[in-house]
């Protein structure tokens, strides 16, 4: 008989985790569900603008009586538990309804805090948690006149807007002069509270309540010092308290909230708890991005994977009232161990500050355009170190780098119409109606059901912004850790780590050796591991073609229409007759539809059949040629100028250069493309500073320029230093890539990976650490000994062309 | 139209397919990492991109072009992208690989209905 699951607490948190187990073990329990409101599982934060009328409560549900049903799950609505007896496994609801249980998770929430004072029992006096509560605040809407919200945090302050849209006139009443003063800091808090008058609510600050007044009815409330308003319905916002009564009462440990472990578990092993209830490593969240991670982890353990592991979140804030732009996130206080950036302009109604520790972010303040907080958020979790970029951190992350098809402006005043993602075509208004109508939360559903940002991704800061414009809170932060993908928990730089410390020298090895959910791996996991084994033992590992994406496999971009195209190596773009005459011959012999020059200085030969691959191949290389890997994670093209040879300009040889550059590095794999170019001279028209390695020629040597590239998002380089001789160009451009190579993470370009290890750090490993440098440029030139085999050539000879020709023709 | 043998399954990558080029087209031939052999049209539902030519995982393959997952037994788009290509009987005798083709209309369900659908 299968194992009984009883979930108790039909809210966010529970259902969730209900949710994600599912995905994991589909038939592994009988699920029984307790729920004191008498509704299916509905999203409780959009509650405000339910309140506010920008949303119907038909709007904001999760989870109806059919997905109950298609789940096999009994729900019993409306049926508080008031006892869970953990010697007979029972628990017993208020009406007597009881249910036996093998495993129970516990998420009950939490309670509205009410101040004790006198009078806060009076009809009219209630608080602002569930879809009751709401229905209260509307009939009172209705009815009567005066509203006083006692609180001036988020959440009384999204009743109070809620209120006002309502039509009455509402006071907040809150104990500090400073609104919020838990997520923002006095200037923030001042601009709030200006652009809520305007909006017509009155404050009261510095103000505590003595006494709610009224008979049959709330009347007024009276305060310390003697003031007294009139009021209708009185709201308390004044905080919330993890709701443990249940767990206490069953003599589970508690503190502040239900004490579990990093497993979710509680002091009984058979009782899980997730959610605002519970107390982990100290800290009760408040928060649903928290709770979804508790989930996750929860889930893995009930779905008896056993081994994720929550370890605790960083939050970050948002106010869902519309119009009004608002995020905070960490320390944004700071003291005399931290620095402060601020960004101040009151007539755009703007301010950002963020709160600098250690070169790190260790929180940030923003009110009025808000767009950046998910990157610094980022940035924050990732304790990225911020100084090489740090006087443009204000500006946001588009600013970093140039223009470019990257992050644009605000998508709160973009049109429905507008187009989003411009890879997919997906336009504003289909995904929200997909993060509406689906009931999306994370940026990854929305890449599965819209596509929107699952392409070139230079989007996502977007749908990540629509993500948080639309569901408020914040869902559309990434985990902690970014995982590899969904066959493991771990991430890029841990499965790297583990490969070299453990001696992992294959796919299966490290697959089994980090417990990978899908035997196989998948099809974004395994060419990333085929990179990381490869890199990691040259000449040891045996690369595996099934691993790799087509255009590696066949050396060739496949094309829309499954034909191939051919683009062979043209040493620094530099090309004679002879070269020219070969390749017409063979464009002509196999009657090649498109003979393009590409945008990298080379010539490509689009529309090829397959089967002809190897026998174009064969004659490209009798004429000397080799593959381009215009199709690789690799070493792409080597652009030059005519230089000095030819050039009025030209200061050095910067053809020459660029051949003998493009001939120590190709047939290098590297966790993304890998693009150079050398410049005669500063006016570098080969374009050298958007390169991941660009060289510009100067009267007195070489400049070396790092981490940069045109395409999805512009980012020009920067300048890593400057040297005498070609041989020291040869020897720190090695050094780099090998750098690169050891560290960089699978379809991480230069520019991000220098963004992540910061410029300071390259140059220390590649300049100013000379005997490092020399090892890195060893190393390179070591597995450059393998890798410097014309893969053409190859093919073209090798008798078994299977790759390439169908197994059998069927007339 | 009955069974025709292929070629033998070493011939075919564990891993990976191989193409077999019939009058109705070509049709791309499974072999996965333990030996389980599939048919199918060699069309993406997407855009009829060469599903031969994509990355195989346990029962499934990710098409070359924009990377739909197609589950090799029933030739479906895993969720949340929706579509079928046809599949074809395959069966594996003393390590030769036999095919049947199917006389099925080849019309394949394109995208374009929601995941409800
Ligand atoms: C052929 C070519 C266009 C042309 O006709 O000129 C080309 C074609 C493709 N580019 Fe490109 N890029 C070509 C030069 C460029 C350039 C210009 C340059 O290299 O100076 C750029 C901007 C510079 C840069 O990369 O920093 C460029 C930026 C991209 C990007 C965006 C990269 C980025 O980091 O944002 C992609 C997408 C990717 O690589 O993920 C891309 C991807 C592609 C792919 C491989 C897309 C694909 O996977 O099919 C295209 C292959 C078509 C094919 O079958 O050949 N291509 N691509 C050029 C080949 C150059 C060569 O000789 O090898
Ligand atoms: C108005 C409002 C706005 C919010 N805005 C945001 C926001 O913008 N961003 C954000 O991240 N978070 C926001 N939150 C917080 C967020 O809603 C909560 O963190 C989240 O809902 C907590 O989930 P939970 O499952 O722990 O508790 P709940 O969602 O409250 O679920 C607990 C459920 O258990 C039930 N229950 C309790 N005891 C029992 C019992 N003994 N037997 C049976 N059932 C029981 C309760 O009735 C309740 O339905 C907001 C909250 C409110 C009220
Ligand atoms: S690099 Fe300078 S010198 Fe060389 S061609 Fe361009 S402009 Fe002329
Ligand atoms: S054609 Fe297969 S995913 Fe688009």
Redesign the interface.
Known sequence: MKERLVLIGNGMAGVRTLEEMLKLAPDAYDITVFGAEPYGNYNRILLSPVLAGEKTIGEIMLNDDAWYAEHGITLHKGKKITQLDRIKRLVIADDGTSAPYDRVLLATGSNPFVIPVPGNDLPGVITFRDIYDVDRMLEASTQYQHAVVIGGGLLGLEAANGLKQRGMSVTVVHLTNSLMERQLDVVAGALLKKSLEERGLHFLMATSTEAIVGDARVKGVRFKGGLEVAADLVVMAVGIRPNTDLAKASGLHCERGVVVSDTMQTFDPRIYAVGECVQHRGTAYGLVAPLFEQAKVCANHLAQLGYARYEGSMTSTKLKVTGIDLFSAGDFTGDDSTEDIVLKDAARGVYKKIVIKDNKIAGAVMYGDTGDGAWYFQLMRDGTDVSDFREHLLFGQHHLGDAGHGQSNRVAAMADGAEICGCNGVCKSEIVNAIVG?KLFTLEEVR??TKASS?CGSCTGLVEQLLALTLGGDYSQAPKKKSMCGCTEHTHDEVRAGIRANNLKTMRAVRDFFEWK??????SC??ALNFYLLSTWPGEYQDD??????NE??HAN?Q?D?TYSVIPRIWGGETNPAELRAIADVAEKYNVPTVKITGGQRIDLLGVKKEDLPKMWGDLSKAGFVSGHAYGKALRTVKTCVGKTWCRFGTQDSTTMGIKLEQMSWGSWTPHKFKMAVSGCPRNCAEATIKDFGVVAVDSGWELHVGGNGGVKVRATDLLCKVETMDEVLEYCAAFMQVYREEGRYLERTAPYLERVGLTYVKQRVVDDAAGRKLLAARFMESQKLAQIDPWKQHAEATDK??FI?????? | MGWIEVGSLIDIPKLGARVVRTAQGDVAVFRTANDGVFALDDKCPHKGGPLSQGIVFDNRVACPLHNWVIDLEQGCATGPDVGCTRKHEVKVEGGQVFLKLSTASNVMMFAGQTAEA
Do not use: L, M, T, Y
């Not at chain 1, 073609?545 to 087509?550: G, H, L, N, Y």
């Open positions: 689906k599965a059901h392409s899908n035997p196989d791996g998948c099809a395994r060419p073609a099934q691993s790799r994406f087509i496999r066949a496949i829309k499954g299977h790759e169908p197994i059998k023709q069927v007339v």
